[in-house]
């Protein structure tokens, strides 16, 4: 109980810090304050631009999808590239800074993903910085800016890229013939890709820039008192995974962002986020809880795209160094199922992932005498295992392979696309299957153990029958024999009875145990509780109330968020929904940072944007409170209540239909 009053104060400090320091609506979360700034992500599902309080910067552009090596150990990490959207700007020969302006605010537009900063100096001009990553240019971003002058002024603008740590051999070169193009290559670290970044100054009044090397391009400027003056640097950042020649590629997209107008540029990107926002979850009553839905799932749209097979890492595209960008369950278990139900090309996309590495699944399952396909703990576009090697999930949290298979089942349970499950998601779960029958042991009583595992509890090394992998592989046998009668395939026998006789363990008082010899220990996150959500392999109400109010006691407070929205969601399928949304808040406002109310891992970290969190928050809201579930006959919705003070939930663009869904 100590440890819950604890997490109820945090999440009440928490809520006065950032209701302090942030305004807005439902779209538009606007920050006063920088003095405690966790930055959000501009993001097209390709690059990730993090924002800086610093004027006119960007903590750091990273690149979906392009991994090497970061240091001496050789462990894979998704790389960054040099950030080519960073201005410099003096007034009157002085450099504007933190600590000479006034009047600094930023507002996240998440509708419209962008991300503004305006600020005067000293009653000489005000000035307004737009960023956003282009939604439909997925290698490309621009950045607006507006001065208005109120005295007669003299501006300098630098735009010097940011060259991350972790690329060497930085060069830089300006204009190609007569094209004013700016661009740095550089080199990863062991020089697996060459990472190029390229960008244009222009304005419609026309600029004399200048380059000087690394120091980057400029121009300057006189602005008569009254007047307002426009320009804008627009580029791209390429690599040798996309391109063969991705220094040329670079110039060329931003030659090609420069010559439409940045209002073009601009209409074609908000068409691109419109069309996502048709999947969106509307809260009537309740404004702060509003925002909060709303900055999860703009961070998975800005992490995820829909036309290339790539994963998402549990830090998304907000940073190169969290978990080195890797993929793990994360994805298929928690961010996965809000996405893939609001938007079916993203599902697909996710899912088209783990169907290119099945092959080097298999491969991986061999090296370790087991058939079928074992899926890294941790992956990368090589699809591969990256672990490091001290930690032990690379070789014993095998729950993933399973995670992956039901995840397939689900996304053809929602959208019924029959030549998808033959041609995609079959094979993964055929493979998934003949992995955990190769991994099951049988015992002399017609029981079925999986040995030496660790399991979503990952306090627990090395341990015998840990639930949550005993009820995923039961699940995933159970989903390939589904998938084989809808396909008219012959079925596995073994399939059906594997998973009828693996082995559970309880206490005296009736608790599911979390692991053979299992006593009570603090465990980081939900394990049993996961058998009755998401894998819905529980549902007599009373064992999961049990299993609920034991493991809510020993469950650590500063593990990370998606424990407490699991409870949430069964206490609302048990009916006690005052207890779900307590804990439903306590789950993610103890995590969240100012001045925009992002959320980090645990209370005590600050790596944000934790968007495994996210996906967790809005599991809670559309499989909780929204009463939605995926079963054989698609979505369906039971009735729920929701909290006291919130009026209505709508969910729209459900489903292969674009369907909505409400809840008064």
């Not at 009736?510 to 549902?539: C, F, H, R, S, W």
């Not at 049990?546 to 609302?572: C, F, T």
Request: with cysteine; proline share 4%; hydrophobic share 40%.
């Amino acid at each position: 109980m100590r440890n819950i009053t604890k997490l109820m104060v945090a999440a009440i400090s928490s809520l006065i810090a950032i209701s302090a320091s942030a305004a807005g609506d439902g779209w538009n979360i606007v920050a006063t304050d920088h003095s405690n700034y966790h930055g959000v992500v501009l993001g097209n599902g390709h690059i990730g631009i993090l924002s800086s309080a610093e004027l006119f910067h960007s903590q750091e552009i990273v690149l979906a999808g392009v991994f090497d090596s970061y240091n001496e150990t050789l462990i894979s990490r998704v790389q960054s590239a040099p950030i080519f959207t960073n201005l410099d700007i003096w007034v009157d020969g002085e450099k504007l800074t933190l600590d000479n302006i006034d009047n600094w605010n930023q507002t996240i537009d998440m509708k419209n993903a962008t991300l503004t900063t305006t600020l005067g100096f000293k009653g000489k001009c005000r000035i307004s910085y737009k960023l956003l990553a282009i939604r439909n240019l997925p290698y490309c971003a621009m950045a607006e800016v507006r001065i208005e002058a109120t005295k007669d002024v003299n501006i300098r603008v630098s735009n010097k890229y940011s060259v991350p740590k972790s690329l060497s051999d930085a060069t830089a070169s300006f204009k190609d013939g007569s094209l004013p193009v700016y661009w740095v290559r550089t080199k990863s670290y062991s020089g697996r890709h060459i990472i190029c970044s390229a960008s244009i100054l222009s304005s419609s009044e026309g600029l004399d820039v200048t380059a000087d090397g690394l120091e980057g391009q400029s121009f300057t400027k006189d602005i008569a008192q009254g007047k307002t003056f426009y320009f804008n640097v627009v580029g791209a950042s390429c690599t040798t995974k996309e391109f063969k020649d991705p220094v040329n590629e670079a110039k060329r997209q931003a030659v090609y962002c420069w010559k439409q107008a940045p209002a073009t540029l601009e209409a074609a990107h908000k068409a691109a986020w419109d069309e996502l926002w048709k999947g969106d979850i509307v809260v009537e009553g309740d404004l702060r809880l509003q925002q909060d839905i709303r900055m999860a799932l703009y961070h998975l749209y800005s992490s995820a795209c829909t036309d290339a097979a790539i994963s998402l890492a549990p830090m998304g595209l907000s940073t190169s160094t969290g978990y080195n960008g890797h993929y793990f369950w994360d994805t298929e278990t928690w961010m996965y199922p809000p996405l893939m139900m609001l938007n079916q090309k993203i599902g697909a996309s996710l899912l088209k992932y783990r169907y290119n590495g099945l092959a080097k699944a298999c491969q991986n399952a061999a090296n370790h005498g087991y058939a079928g396909a074992m899926y890294p703990w941790e992956g990368d576009t090589d699809y591969e295992e990256v672990t490091p090697v001290w930690a032990l999930t690379g070789a014993f949290e095998h729950h993933i392979t399973a995670d992956i298979g039901i995840a397939m089942w689900n996304y053809y349970q929602v959208y019924k696309d029959k030549e998808w499950l033959r041609n995609v998601g079959y094979p993964v779960i055929k493979q998934v299957a003949e992995f955990w029958k190769s991994r099951v042991t049988p015992s002399a009583d017609g029981r079925y153990s999986i040995l030496n595992v660790v399991g979503a509890d990952e306090y627990a090394i090395n341990v015998d029958n840990n639930a949550f992998t005993n009820g995923a592989a039961k699940l995933a046998l159970l989903d390939a024999v589904a998938a084989s009668s809808e396909l008219g395939l012959s079925i596995d026998p073994a399939y059906q009875k594997i998973a009828d006789n693996l082995s559970f363990t309880y206490s005296k008082e009736g608790v599911m145990m979390e692991y053979d010899g299992y006593k009570g220990q603090t465990i980081k996150q939900a394990d049993v509780n996961l058998l009755a959500y998401p894998l819905d392999l529980i549902q007599d109400k009373a064992q999961i109330k049990r299993d609920v109010e034991y493991y809510k006691k020993v469950m650590d407070p500063n593990g990370p968020a998606m424990g407490g929205m699991i409870l949430s969601i069964l206490y609302q399928k048990i009916g006690e929904t005052d207890s779900c949304y307590d804990l439903f808040l306590e789950s993610y406002r103890s995590r969240q940072r100012a001045p925009f109310g992002v959320l980090t891992e645990s209370p005590n970290s600050q790596n944000p944007y934790f968007m495994t969190g996210a996906g967790g928050l809005l599991q809670a809201v559309i499989f909780g409170f929204g009463g939605l579930e995926i079963t054989p006959s698609g979505i369906v919705q039971h009735p729920t209540v929701l909290p006291k003070g919130i009026k209505s939930l709508t969910i729209t663009g459900v489903g292969p239909d674009r369907k909505t869904y409400t809840v008064k």
